[in-house]
């Protein structure tokens, strides 16, 4: 089967996206097969433990990983998401464009990580996986898993993630909340005639 060599050669904000979408160009070699398709499943994940923290991103972060102190034992990748692809035939080499939905959800662990980070590089490792569709002897079509091994480092800066999050979100966080407790702050709002969410909040909490 070809020998696949996957790199990731940049990460954009997709500008027109319903949801916050990141891109990922990704660079496949195949040496010389000739590959028919190529269904490809993408594990993304973030290799926390590479990049540096500053105390005010290791105070929002309290809550994934603990104090500072116990960082040695409990700093460690994050699941982000996966993605899939299919990739139409090409001979040798291609460039294909990965596109990456990105949760705005505050429950998901990689939001609430991404979002604590002030600015910089997220380092991040992409697992490859799925079915290769190729040229075999005479020509025969031949298929073969992808090898487990296969992957690729890159860095996406974070003001590449808040750029897609600020498209589809401007100036805004979204926050879920129990059915009963959205409820009782509905009636709260209603009951004293306030036009927003915001104005209802503002309210609730007290002034710093």
Request: glycine share 6%; hydrophobic share 45%; with cysteine.
């Given at each position: 089967?070809?020998?696949?060599?996957?790199r990731v050669?940049?990460?954009?904000?997709v500008?027109?996206?319903?949801?916050p979408?990141?891109?990922?160009r990704?660079?496949?070699?195949a040496?010389a097969?000739?590959v028919?398709?190529l269904?490809?499943n993408?594990?993304?994940r973030?290799?926390?433990?590479?990049?540096?923290?500053?105390p005010?991103?290791?105070?929002?972060?309290?809550?994934l990983?603990?104090?500072?102190?116990?960082?040695?034992?409990?700093?460690?990748?994050?699941r982000?998401?996966?993605?899939?692809?299919?990739?139409?035939?090409f001979?040798?080499?291609?460039?294909?464009?990965l596109?990456?939905?990105?949760t705005?959800d505050?429950?998901v662990v990689?939001?609430?990580?991404l979002?604590?980070?002030g600015d910089?590089?997220v380092p991040?490792?992409?697992?490859?996986s799925?079915?290769?569709?190729?040229s075999g002897?005479?020509?025969?079509?031949?298929?073969a898993?992808?090898?487990w091994?296969r992957?690729?480092?890159?860095t996406?800066?974070?003001?590449?993630?808040r750029e897609a999050i600020?498209?589809a979100?401007?100036g805004?966080?979204?926050?879920r909340?129990?059915?009963?407790?959205?409820?009782?702050?509905?009636?709260?709002?209603?009951?004293?005639?306030?036009?927003?969410?915001?104005?209802?909040l503002e309210?609730?909490?007290?002034?710093?």
């Amino acid at each position: 089967m070809p020998q696949l060599d996957f790199r990731v050669e940049e990460v954009t904000a997709v500008e027109h996206a319903v949801v916050p979408t990141l891109c990922f160009r990704l660079g496949i070699d195949a040496g010389a097969a000739d590959v028919r398709s190529l269904a490809l499943n993408v594990q993304l994940r973030i290799d926390a433990a590479r990049r540096a923290y500053d105390p005010a991103e290791r105070e929002r972060l309290f809550e994934l990983f603990g104090a500072p102190g116990e960082w040695g034992r409990s700093l460690r990748s994050v699941r982000w998401t996966t993605a899939s692809l299919n990739v139409p035939a090409f001979v040798g080499a291609t460039t294909v464009e990965l596109h990456v939905p990105c949760t705005y959800d505050f429950d998901v662990v990689a939001t609430k990580y991404l979002h604590a980070l002030g600015d910089g590089d997220v380092p991040l490792e992409l697992l490859f996986s799925g079915t290769v569709f190729f040229s075999g002897a005479a020509g025969r079509l031949q298929a073969a898993h992808v090898p487990w091994d296969r992957e690729a480092r890159c860095t996406l800066p974070v003001s590449v993630w808040r750029e897609a999050i600020e498209r589809a979100f401007p100036g805004t966080a979204w926050l879920r909340v129990r059915r009963d407790l959205f409820d009782r702050l509905q009636a709260y709002k209603s009951s004293r005639a306030l036009l927003t969410w915001d104005a209802t909040l503002e309210e609730l909490l007290p002034d710093e």
